[in-house]
C-alpha cells in the first residue's frame, strides 16, 4: 500500500505533531524521483536510492510508527524492509535523513530517542551530525553600496548555482518557481541567492553568496530579505536548515535549536 501525501501527513501529525509538516512538505520531499513509500496508516517509510557514477548508497528518508502502534516491532519491521529494498537496488549503504536535494531533516534529531535507540540496535552507525538555527525573522540589513536585491523572477540565481554551488541548483530552481527565491545583482549580474520553503514551509535555505564576493554583507542583506517575506507570510521565527557556518547565523541573531546525528547501515 502506498500512502497519499494527505494520509502520510495524518500519521506523522499523529506522531510528531511539534514538526507541524504538512501534505504539500511531505509530497516535496518523500514523492520525488528514485523515491518510494511504503506501509500504510499505522506506519510508514520513504526510501530514496540514488546512483552516482558506479556507486549506488540509499537514504531513508522517512520513517514513521503511528503511537498506537509503537512498542510492536513495526519500526524494527520497517527498517529491515527499507534495507532490503536497498539491497535489492545494490545501494552499498543506507543512510538517515540526508536525502538531498528533497529532506525532511539533515539526520536524525537528538530529541527523538526512541528513533536513535531503534536505529542504534538495527546497526546504524554514526558518522557526524548537523544543526539547524532558529532566526527571528525580524532581522533585516541593509544592502552594500551598489548591490540590489530582489525576489528572482528569471534563471540567473539559478545559473550562479549551476556554476559554483551545483548541490543546491534543484532547490533554487524550485524556489525561483515558488517565488521563494531572493537574488543579490551588482551591475545586473548576479552575485549571490537566498532561498526559504523550499522543502519545508518556514525553513531557510539553500543561501550563497558568489565565491569573489564574499565578507562584503551581501548574505546578510539577502539573510534580510529572505527574513522580511517570512514575516510577511506570518512567521515570527524561521528554522536556518542544514548550517554551516554557524558564525555568520550567529551574528544575526540565530541560535542553535536542533541537532541531528548523521549515521549510515552499511549493506
Known amino acids: ?3 497519499a501525501p494527505d494520509g ?3 500519521l506523522v501529525t499523529a506522531a510528531l505533531p511539534d514538526e507541524r509538516l504538512t501534505a504539500a512538505d511531505l509530497e516535496t520531499c518523500c514523492y520525488g ?3 518510494e513509500i511504503f506501509g500504510n496508516s499505522d506506519g510508514a517509510a520513504v526510501l530514496t536510492v540514488k546512483r552516482s557514477g558506479g556507486l549506488t548508497a540509499a537514504w531513508l528518508v522517512l520513517l514513521v510508527v503511528h503511537p498506537d502502534h509503537r512498542r510492536r516491532g513495526r519500526g524494527r519491521a520497517l527498517v529491515a524492509e527499507s534495507a532490503a529494498r536497498a539491497r535489492a537496488a545494490r545501494a552499498v549503504d543506507m543512510h538517515l535523513g ?3 536535494p528533497r529532506y525532511v531533516w539533515p539526520g536524525v ?3 527523538f530517542t526512541a528513533a536513535l535507540a531503534l536505529f542504534e540496535a538495527t546497526g546504524f552507525e554514526p558518522y ?3 544543526c539547524n538555527m532558529a532566526m527571528p525573522t525580524s532581522f533585516r540589513a541593509d544592502s552594500p553600496a551598489g548591490v540590489v536585491v530582489e525576489r528572482e523572477g528569471s534563471d540567473r540565481a539559478a545559473a550562479l548555482a549551476s556554476r559554483s554551488f ?3 541548483l534543484d532547490e533554487v530552481e524550485r524556489a525561483a518557481a515558488a517565488g521563494t527565491c531572493y537574488a543579490a545583482r551588482a551591475d545586473g549580474t548576479t552575485i549571490g541567492f537566498a532561498c526559504h520553503s ?3 514551509a518556514g525553513w531557510i535555505g539553500p543561501m550563497a553568496t558568489d565565491p569573489e564576493r564574499q565578507r562584503a554583507g551581501i548574505g546578510r542583506s539577502l539573510l534580510g530579505a529572505v527574513c522580511a517575506s517570512l514575516s510577511a507570510a506570518g512567521h515570527a521565527e524561521a528554522d536556518i536548515a542544514w548550517v554551516g557556518p554557524i558564525g555568520f547565523y550567529a551574528k544575526a541573531g540565530a541560535v542553535v535549536d536542533r541537532v541531528f546525528r548523521n549515521a549510515k547501515l552499511t549493506l
Open 98 to 100: 540526508t536525502a538531498t
Open 1 to 3: 500500500m502506498t500512502l
Open 128 to 130: 557526524g551530525a548537523a
Open 109 to 111: 534529531d537528538f530529541r
Open 166 to 168: 551545483p548541490h543546491w
Open 33 to 35: 524521483p528514485d523515491t
Open 198 to 200: 523550499v522543502n519545508r
Open 8 to 10: 502520510l501527513a495524518r
